[in-house]
């Protein structure tokens, strides 16, 4: 099983004075996360699903990603800041037996790449992780990470 981990993009807002949950993208975030829709089409993603946290950080990202490549999107509430190797293990569960995107936060998913593969890696805004996963053992390889200028210089 191929897992997909894609952080949320840019969502900084310099006088944003409402709770951290609810901080949409930027303007710069949505044409990141774009470039990088564009570039997995290049790349010829095939996903089964996108799964995403339902904060709209995330949910905008996953949104635009899912709309490119014409992927069914989930929200599940178990990637929301605090997911961990046993939500990681209930969505592979549910989804058992197609490539899967994951739409969330960090250090949630810095954390599960490292449980998965052994890889101390940071995922930037708007990066992305592919991990080749044995859903059994759930013991992984880390196939490739690139953060979101890869996909600038590719589209």
């Given at each position: 099983m191929h897992l997909y981990f894609l952080r949320h993009g840019e969502a900084d807002w310099p006088n944003?004075?409402?709770p951290d949950d609810e901080r949409p993208l930027t303007k710069r975030g949505k044409k990141e996360i774009q470039k990088v829709a564009a570039f997995l089409d290049l790349l010829d993603v095939c996903l089964g699903h996108i799964v995403t946290s339902p904060?709209?950080?995330?949910?905008q990202t996953a949104e635009i990603v899912a709309n490119h490549l014409n992927v069914k999107l989930?929200?599940?509430r178990v990637l929301e800041p605090g997911f961990?190797?046993?939500?990681?293990?209930r969505l592979v569960d549910k989804y058992?037996?197609?490539?899967?995107?994951?739409?969330?936060?960090?250090?949630d998913f810095s954390d599960a790449l490292r449980e998965l593969s052994g890889a101390s890696v940071k995922l930037s805004k708007g990066g992305l992780a592919l991990v080749d996963a044995d859903a059994a053992s759930m013991n992984?390889?880390?196939?490739?990470?690139?953060?979101?200028?890869?996909?600038?210089?590719?589209?």
């Open positions: 944003w004075n409402k904060l709209p950080r995330a949910r989930r929200e599940d961990d190797h046993v939500g990681l293990l058992a037996g197609s490539n899967l995107m994951l739409v969330g936060h960090e250090p992984g390889k880390l196939l490739w990470l690139f953060p979101p200028k890869i996909a600038k210089a590719r589209t």
